[in-house]
């Protein structure tokens, strides 16, 4: 069983960083992916970027791609979002999850944390 815990979110203004870490208990497989996913309100959720457990290969939506970074720190089982230049339109609950099949799916997804919040504004 593999249980994830994100944390980092805040409150910030437009063009700041943020790291939000998510803390991995159990085994994920080295095949799996951890992926960041977030929700706005009233909006769908959406795939934001993930890294493969065992290769450390990479993945962006879009929208974050070249903003946004992934790592991961196998040895103390983190995953961290790096987050720069961020927008109003960043903000939403994050949440972190196995993306089992890695295809930024949400249906393909699991383990899912609670999220944690992050809020761009001026």
């Known amino acids: 069983q ?3 815990v994100e944390s980092g ?3 910030v203004q437009p063009g700041d960083s943020l790291r939000l870490t998510c803390a991995v208990s159990g085994r994920p497989l080295s095949s799996w992916a951890l992926a960041w996913f977030r929700q706005a309100t009233g909006g769908a959720r959406e795939y934001v970027a993930g890294i493969r457990w065992g290769a450390g290969t ?7 791609k070249g903003r946004f970074t992934i790592s991961r720190d196998n040895a103390k089982k ?17 949440y ?5 099949r890695g295809d930024a799916s949400v ?11 992050v ?4």
């Open 58 to 64: 990479t993945m962006y939506s879009n929208s974050v």
């Open 119 to 122: 809020t761009v504004s001026s």
């Open 2 to 4: 593999v249980q994830l």
């Open 9 to 11: 979110g805040g409150s």
């Open 78 to 94: 983190m995953v961290f979002l790096q987050m720069n230049s961020l927008k109003v339109e960043d903000t939403a609950v994050y």
């Open 107 to 117: 249906s393909g997804a699991a383990y899912w944390g609670e999220g944690t919040l």
């Open 96 to 100: 972190c999850a196995v993306d089992r």
